[in-house]
């Protein structure tokens, strides 16, 4: 069936309601601060004594404030609550908080606004787990995604367009403020209207007790958090994504100042191309992922960080514009568009980074606790953030330069990414897999959706080349343990990527009867703790391109563990390089071109009653055909 694009989405009322509500949440957040800023910065006298700069640091950190402390109770709510009514309440709270902010606007009253911005961080804080808990309710395992590429888009575009139209608002006179008091009102009025058409969505645990004390439940959720390791450092990694941006967004007024010599054009022209950016790099996961989750692309977003946050800072100082450029001017000045290419990508490298990671955070947690799970990242979010203005003012306090700055960033992410993927190297061998499969190969599946979303099976495929393994699991939607022979693990890479894969060695009984026997306690584990387990019957490479008659093993693995046997095949791999063919090497490399084709075919799931060497022989053959 021909996947539909992930755009069809915002057209069904189980994703566009939700889509324009959180859009308009984030679009109105930014055009009330940014408007205050400005206001701030250019009119300070009019409103208080106190200095612009101090104000610039302290609105900000007011408004992340409330995450620190309430998203702990926030995720309790999001379990606890229908998420549609939810999203109502908190709706109504953000339309308060504009009447409150429109009286500030009316009497010049700094504190009221001041309160105002502390009560859209409530109202973020309220909204961040049912933003993310709601997808996996509403949407296929396919379309996660597709639905996070979208939402990732719509905050970053949401930001981009309050930040800007906030500025403009705020600066027309003689009504700028009345503008912007009845411009935000009304933006909170059509998020409470697009918050009617959510669907229901149920609480996973509406009989939750909610903490009276938002800290110490804090602590619980990330202690609860940690138990499942993966998510937990899916959760750091995301938060180390937030310390990234803020370090290097936080420098921009002052690099578009002091090193591009712009104007306030050229500010938002910078956070325009990286948001941009992010929202391209965030539709483009759903095409590279194949429509489902594919961490394999968090390394890849991760390097593009470091690489192209290297090359902004020989890009800046290679440029030798002196004079005071607007936008236009920019455009025109030699080397610039490098330096707009370097920002650009690294909010599409961006984008590969962050939604998988929040794809998998939902594909891994426990249902029942995935809005907690979502508050507690929150609080790292901002615990991150807070770090990074830290780390910020220490660099400047030490003598580092804002291009320094980027270039240190850049090569600490490096780091970061070096020990997050040696903590779960499963990140870096699907990265290895995609890679294969979107350089050497072009692979196409057919009928991958019968592999189980969840629960035990045993697959069984012929066995075709030294990569059919990192084939078979980069088409998989779920990991899968691989049962391989045991020699394979002394090879310098690939038994370095099966160790990783946590591969499961066996050996023929007159080689070594411990290792054989070893192996099949540890398949009967993993079937018990419903995995899937992937066999190649056939136990040795084909050295004719036929498929070679089936062992017993399978009858004895299902002898123990009665799943379900799924049959797959793969086509087209036989006569490249990492098979048995005895043909030239370099002729049959000229032949087959740069990027082969190659398919893998799923069969239909076999009862473990039917599950025969000689009937699973029957059907692998049947689903490759002629196609070797």
Same mark, same amino acid.
């Given at each position: 069936m021909k996947q539909q694009s992930q755009f069809s989405l915002l057209t069904q009322r189980r994703f566009g309601p939700f889509f324009w509500t959180q859009f308009f949440g984030a679009f109105n957040d930014n055009v009330f601060k940014t408007a205050l800023l400005v206001v701030l910065t250019y009119d300070a006298l009019s409103w208080t004594d106190m200095a612009?700069?101090? !104000?610039?640091?302290?609105?900000?950190?007011?408004?992340?404030?409330?995450?620190?402390?309430?998203?702990?109770?926030?995720?309790?709510?999001?379990?606890?609550?229908?998420?549609?009514?939810?999203?109502?309440f908190v709706k109504l709270i953000e339309i308060g908080i504009m009447l409150v902010a429109g009286i500030g606007w009316m009497t010049?009253?700094?504190?009221?606004?001041?309160?105002?911005?502390?009560?859209?961080?409530?109202?973020?804080?309220?909204?961040?787990?049912?933003?993310?808990?709601?997808?996996?309710?509403?949407?296929?395992?396919?379309? !996660?995604?597709?639905?996070?590429? /979208?939402?990732?888009?719509?905050?970053?575009?949401?930001? $981009? %367009? +309050?930040?800007? %139209?906030?500025?403009?608002?705020?600066?027309?006179?003689?009504?700028?403020?009345?503008?912007?008091? #009845?411009?935000? /009102?009304?933006f909170a009025v059509i998020g409470l209207v697009a918050s009617y058409r959510i669907p229901h969505s149920p609480a996973p645990v509406p009989g939750l007790k909610i903490s009276r004390n938002p800290l110490a439940e804090s602590v619980r959720n990330i202690a609860f958090s940690r138990?499942?390791?993966?998510?937990?450092?899916?959760?750091?990694?995301?938060?180390?994504?937030?310390? &990234? #941006?803020?370090?290097? $967004?936080?420098?921009?007024?002052?690099?578009?100042?002091?090193?591009?010599?712009?104007?306030?054009?050229?500010?938002?022209?910078? !956070?325009?191309?990286?948001?941009? #950016?992010v929202g391209a790099g965030s539709l483009l996961c759903e095409r590279l992922s194949g429509?489902?989750?594919?961490?394999?692309?968090?390394?890849?977003?991760?390097?593009? $960080?470091?690489?192209?946050?290297?090359?902004?800072?020989?890009?800046? !100082? +290679?440029? =030798?514009?002196?004079?005071?450029?607007?936008?236009?001017? $920019?455009?025109?000045?030699?080397?610039?568009?490098?330096?707009?290419?370097?920002?650009?990508? /690294?909010?599409?490298?961006? #984008?590969?980074?962050?939604?998988?990671?929040?794809?998998?955070?939902?594909?891994?947690?426990?249902?029942?606790?995935?809005?907690?799970?979502?508050?507690?990242?929150?609080?790292?979010?901002?615990?991150?953030?807070?770090?990074?203005?830290?780390?910020?003012? /220490?660099?400047?306090?030490q003598g580092f330069t804002i291009l320094e700055m980027f270039l240190a960033t850049a090569l600490l992410n490096a780091l970061?990414?070096? &020990?997050?993927?040696?903590?779960?190297?499963?990140?870096?061998?699907?990265f290895l897999a995609w890679l294969l499969i979107h350089t050497i190969h072009r692979v196409t599946t057919v009928d991958v959706e019968r592999i189980p979303e969840e629960g035990p099976a045993v697959l069984v495929c012929n066995h075709v080349s030294y990569v059919d393994a990192i084939v078979i699991g980069a088409a998989s939607p779920r990991p899968i343990r691989f049962v391989m022979d045991h020699r394979i693990f002394n090879t310098p890479i690939l038994g370095w990527i099966f160790r990783t894969a946590k591969?499961?060695?066996?050996?023929?009984?007159?080689? *070594?009867?411990?290792?054989?026997?070893?192996?099949?306690?540890?398949?009967?584990?993993?079937?018990? *703790?419903?995995?899937?387990?992937?066999?190649?019957?056939?136990?040795? %490479?084909?050295? =004719? +391109?036929?498929?070679?008659?089936?062992?017993?093993?399978?009858a004895k693995i299902i002898e123990r563990s009665p799943v379900p046997v799924i049959p797959m095949a793969l086509r087209g791999l036989w006569g490249s390089l990492l098979t048995r063919d005895p043909g030239n090497l370099f002729e049959r490399s000229f032949t087959r071109g740069p990027r082969s084709r190659l398919a893998l075919a799923v069969g239909v799931p076999v009862p473990p009653q039917e599950a025969s060497p000689e009937y699973l022989y029957q059907q692998v053959s049947a689903l490759r055909g002629d196609w070797r």
């Open positions: 612009p700069a101090m !104000l610039n640091s302290l609105i900000p950190g007011l408004f992340i404030l409330p995450y620190v402390v309430f998203s702990a109770t926030a995720g309790q709510i999001a379990d606890k609550v229908e998420k549609g009514r939810l999203a109502r010049h009253s700094l504190w009221i606004l001041i309160a105002a911005v502390v009560g859209m961080g409530v109202h973020s804080t309220l909204f961040g787990p049912v933003k993310y808990a709601y997808m996996p309710q509403h949407l296929k395992p396919e379309e !996660l995604v597709g639905g996070n590429g /979208l939402v990732e888009m719509g905050t970053f575009v949401g930001i $981009l %367009l +309050g930040q800007v %139209l906030g500025a403009a608002m705020v600066q027309v006179k003689p009504f700028g403020i009345e503008l912007v008091a #009845g411009a935000t /009102l009304l138990q499942n390791r993966t998510v937990f450092l899916s959760m750091l990694g995301n938060s180390w994504f937030w310390f &990234y #941006g803020a370090l290097v $967004l936080s420098q921009f007024p002052v690099f578009a100042k002091d090193y591009l010599h712009g104007d306030y054009s050229v500010f938002v022209m910078l !956070l325009t191309v990286f948001s941009v #950016g429509h489902k989750v594919e961490i394999g692309l968090v390394p890849f977003g991760s390097i593009g $960080l470091s690489l192209f946050g290297i090359d902004l800072y020989f890009a800046s !100082l +290679g440029y =030798t514009g002196a004079t005071t450029v607007d936008m236009a001017g $920019l455009l025109a000045q030699p080397g610039s568009l490098r330096i707009l290419g370097d920002i650009l990508m /690294l909010g599409v490298f961006g #984008g590969f980074y962050i939604v998988p990671l929040f794809a998998l955070i939902q594909t891994r947690c426990d249902p029942a606790h995935l809005s907690r799970t979502i508050g507690g990242m929150n609080i790292l979010n901002a615990l991150f953030m807070v770090a990074a203005a830290g780390l910020a003012m /220490l660099m400047h306090a970061v990414a070096v &020990y997050i993927f040696s903590l779960v190297p499963e990140f870096l061998m699907r591969a499961i060695p066996i050996a023929a009984a007159k080689e *070594d009867q411990w290792v054989m026997e070893k192996a099949y306690v540890d398949i009967a584990k993993a079937l018990h *703790d419903g995995e899937l387990v992937c066999i190649f019957p056939e136990g040795k %490479l084909t050295s =004719t +391109g036929e498929i070679n008659e089936f062992r017993g093993g399978i």
